[in-house]
């Protein structure tokens, strides 16, 4: 079966629209013999005449009659198919998006976000997704639209990311613990009895590994897969948790942060997303709302 030339359909428009092979050339901009010669091509391929001469003007036949409203419509399809997507109005936007994020995300970010969007984008759902783990699948998968995290090893190479915001690693005790006695060294933290939080259970971490470097070693009491949890614990006992200070804009208990001893690297925390979603207007309209609310400040 011989494939159609769909550029035929833009010729016959023109032609029909025009009634003229001298204006239908200037319409596409080409030359009138090269405007002849597709409407050659076209009666062949209709097997009909389409346009006869009149006195020293072209009228349609029947069936060309018939077929201009048809070719009118499905130039104008082809032509919203092909042209760029156009920007959304949010007010309008009727959708639901499915962000993981972890517990401290949530707790302190969440609030803004969905009160702009109440406000903004009435219509848009945003479910917030629990984070058991860093893989990119559900991202490929398309399970979800958006991820924040700290970028590493085991995120995949092709997703988009955006730096959100930078955060650093702080000391969180109960009222009153030892700890807030008195200047913080980074013997004193070490000799205190602290939670450790890996979502693997390594036992040994960053935290672990710029002690070393001072030739100290942390007392480790038990490990925990969460950050929410090692606060939890933290509120009832002598323990020392140590986490993003993102995770303690809304500390329970009045919880007590202190500034770690000891040089630490910051982290930065990004959005993460798959390409297939990149150009999408309603997507991209709600990673700049993303991105303003993390442009404040996370914490106090």
């Known amino acids: 079966m011989t494939t159609p030339d769909f550029n035929l359909l833009l010729t016959l428009d023109a032609l029909l629209e025009e009634g003229s092979v001298a204006g239908a050339a200037r319409r596409l901009r080409l030359s009138p013999s090269a405007m002849s010669r597709a409407l050659a091509r076209l009666r062949e ?18 069936r060309a009659l018939m077929l201009r409203d048809q070719v009118a419509r499905l130039v104008q399809e082809a032509e919203a198919v092909l042209r760029p997507q156009q920007e959304i109005d949010p007010a309008h936007l009727v959708r639901t998006f499915r962000l993981r994020a972890s517990d401290g995300f949530v707790e302190t970010l969440g609030p803004a976000l969905l009160a702009r969007l109440a406000v903004e984008a009435p219509g848009v759902r945003l479910h917030f997704v629990a984070k058991p783990d860093k893989e990119s699948g559900p991202l490929r998968r398309g399970e979800l639209d958006f991820e924040t995290g700290v970028i590493g090893a085991s995120t995949a190479p092709e997703l988009h990311t955006q730096a959100l915001f930078r955060d650093r690693f702080v000391a969180v005790v109960r009222p009153d613990h030892p700890l807030c006695e008195g200047p913080l060294t980074a013997a004193r ?15 040994h971490g960053p935290i672990d590994q710029a002690l070393a470097a001072l030739k100290l070693e942390r007392h480790v009491t038990t490990l925990v897969p969460g950050f929410a949890t090692a606060l939890a614990l933290v509120q009832h006992s002598d323990l020392v948790a140590t986490v993003p200070e993102l995770h303690c804009a809304s500390l329970h208990g009045d919880l007590v942060r202190l500034p770690l001893p000891f040089p630490l690297p910051g982290i930065t925390l990004a959005l993460l997303w798959h390409p297939r979603l990149d150009a999408d207007p309603a997507h991209r309209w709600l990673r700049r709302l993303i991105r303003e609310i993390c442009a404040q400040p996370p914490y106090a």
């Open 45 to 62: 391929t209709t097997g009909d005449p389409l346009l006869v001469r009149a006195g020293r003007g072209l009228v349609p036949t029947p």
């Open 189 to 203: 933290y070490a000799a205190a009895h602290h939670i450790l939080v890996s979502r693997r259970g390594q036992e």
